[in-house]
């Protein structure tokens, strides 16, 4: 399997954040208007607590992929100091 540029990479978490703010958006609106009796509470804060822990899942990904990126970039930079294609 070839390796994806980092460039790459970083577009993938890019496209990780964005589903971030998707994630959050729906979390908004499944919860509009304000909830107003014990049950409606309940549902509100079982949304809020799976919407974060989605989101958290997905800054963990991030932050992988973010850390591929550099150590492509880091390989890269070995490869074209020793004269080496890419």
Not at 7 to 14: G, H, N
Not at 34 to 53: G, N
């Amino acid at each position: 399997m070839k390796n994806p540029t980092p460039s790459e990479v970083l577009a993938a978490a890019q496209v990780l954040r964005r589903f971030n703010e998707y994630l959050d958006e729906q979390a908004v609106a499944q919860v509009k208007p304000p909830p107003r009796t014990d049950t409606a509470v309940r549902r509100c804060d079982a949304v809020e607590s799976r919407v974060l822990a989605e989101m958290q899942t997905v800054d963990d990904i991030i932050a992988k992929l973010v850390a591929w990126a550099e150590k492509l970039k880091q390989r890269q930079n070995i490869r074209i100091s020793h004269g080496q294609s890419i």
